[in-house]
């Protein structure tokens, strides 16, 4: 089981950007995404990057967000830059020990972090 703990979420205004840090502990993880979910929404897949780092990223925040890895140090980061109000959500960082691929499925994955607030004013 991998144990994964999100930092960096925050309050900013809209045009902002903030970083997102995961760090991971216990087996290493072939791919890992960042999902978000917003009060009564469902749990969308953000940015996802697989097992050679290749990264995939949804409609609405490509051009915008960055996905990386340093896995020396085992920490997924998600570099947000020209956020904007619909935004706002709390984003949580996902695992797969075995995948080679990513996708932006919750069922995809079987590793959890708590979460962390993200929330963009107009």
């Known amino acids: 089981q991998v144990q994964l703990e999100e930092s960096g979420g925050g309050s900013v205004q809209a045009g902002g950007s903030l970083t997102l840090a995961c760090v991971a502990s216990?087996?290493?993880?072939?791919?890992m995404a960042w999902f978000r979910q917003a009060p009564g929404k469902e749990r969308e897949g953000v940015a996802c990057?697989?097992?050679?780092?290749?990264?995939q990223y949804s409609d609405s925040v490509k051009g915008r967000f960055t996905i990386s890895r340093d896995r020396n140090r085992n920490l997924l980061f998600l570099q947000m830059n020209s956020l904007k109000p619909e935004d706002t959500a709390m984003y949580y960082c996902?695992?797969?020990?075995?995948?080679?691929?990513?996708?932006?499925?919750?069922?995809?994955?079987?590793?959890w972090g708590q979460g962390t607030q993200v929330t963009v004013s107009s």
């Open positions: 996902a695992a797969d020990v075995p995948g080679i691929f990513c996708y932006m499925i919750p069922g995809y994955y079987a590793n």
């Open positions: 216990g087996p290493a993880a072939r791919s």
């Open positions: 990057s697989d097992s050679l780092d290749r990264p």
